[in-house]
């Protein structure tokens, strides 16, 4: 009797066991089952989206065959957003300097325009009944559209640089020799503005270069003319070559005038970029000197480096192929 209870007792411990065991299998098995077809949904929407995205940017996608791991889409996806959000980032400074861009060359245009209307209106008003009125205004009148002409050409000049339309004739010249045909057209320039032309010593022989001669005249030009123009009373454009090795000459062009604070270094070779906050005009120019000579020297595949001191003075250098 006994016997019989104990296998009783322990056929209904089995059972409950077994239905516990049944149960917790279920549990799982349904668990896997629903972890399965949440990944599988969620996997089918990331996919949808990156695959959706994709039509958009097909250089970052359509590479590889998509992935079936959801770990790695989302690492893939991850890693897409950050590489775009630099992209937005970059696209968002283009856009703020393409404003920037609009706004100056707005307004150096603008300003030479009123200029001329308002010469040619006085002249229409009346005015041109005066003999020594009327000379004196057209002649104001076609110095406004010289500048007008001089911001054009610089214009054309780096768009041409830019899309590689420009078309270098490379010849050997002395630049010792050009640097003094420089000095001796601003010569009396310099001397109303007070500052000396040198060299830092005496050149006996000739430093042969390679490029387009007349283009490096005009680079070199701005950086002298530069120089003059914010230099000070009493002071030096001093100009000095040096053979680095066989294959370059670096050209230094150093004054002691006020110099450039090192916030505006950055951005001192970008088109209608003032260092003057104030926007004044006083000093001449397109604006687009510097932007300029940094083309051109890019488009003999060279580098210029520019050393500012506020107070002390600058140093503008760059290299050159030279004539082995």
Not at 43 to 54: A, D, F, P
Not at 240 to 262: M, Y
């Amino acid at each position: 009797m006994l016997s019989v209870l104990l296998v009783a007792f322990f056929y209904k411990e089995l059972t409950i066991i077994n239905t516990v065991g049944f149960i917790v299998v279920c549990f799982a098995v349904c668990l896997f089952v629903i972890q399965y077809r949440s990944e599988k949904f969620i996997y089918s929407l990331i996919k949808k989206t990156y695959e959706e995205v994709s039509l958009l940017d097909e250089t970052n996608f359509h590479q590889e065959a998509v992935t079936t791991d959801v770990k790695t889409l989302t690492s893939d996806v991850r890693k897409f957003a950050r590489e775009n959000k630099l992209k937005i980032e970059t696209l968002q400074i283009r856009d703020e300097y393409r404003r920037e861009f609009m706004g100056n060359i707005a307004h150096e245009l603008k300003t030479p325009l009123f200029t001329i209307q308002s010469y040619i209106l006085t002249l229409l008003d009346g005015a041109a009944a005066d003999e020594n009125v009327r000379e004196k205004y057209l002649n104001r009148a076609s110095k406004g559209v010289d500048r007008l002409i001089y911001i054009v050409d610089d214009l054309d000049l780096i768009t041409k640089i830019e899309v590689g339309n420009l078309s270098l004739k490379i010849s050997e010249f002395d630049i010792i020799e050009l640097i003094k045909e420089i000095f001796e057209l601003f010569e009396i320039k310099a001397q109303s503005n007070g500052v000396g032309l040198i060299f830092d010593k005496l050149y006996s022989k000739p430093v042969f270069v390679k490029g387009d001669k007349e283009k490096i005249r005009q680079m070199a030009t701005n950086l002298i003319v530069n120089s003059i123009k914010y230099g000070q009373n009493n002071g030096t454009t001093e100009v000095s070559i040096e053979q680095l090795n066989e294959d370059k000459i670096v050209v230094r062009v150093t004054d002691n005038g006020i110099g450039i604070e090192a916030i505006h270094l950055p951005r001192l070779f970008e088109r209608f970029y003032r260092v003057d906050n104030t926007g004044s005009r006083d000093k001449g120019g397109s604006g687009l000197g510097l932007s300029i000579v940094k083309h051109i020297i890019e488009a003999h595949n060279q580098k210029i480096y520019i050393e500012s001191e506020y107070g002390v003075g600058s140093e503008f250098s760059f290299t050159l192929e030279a004539v082995k």
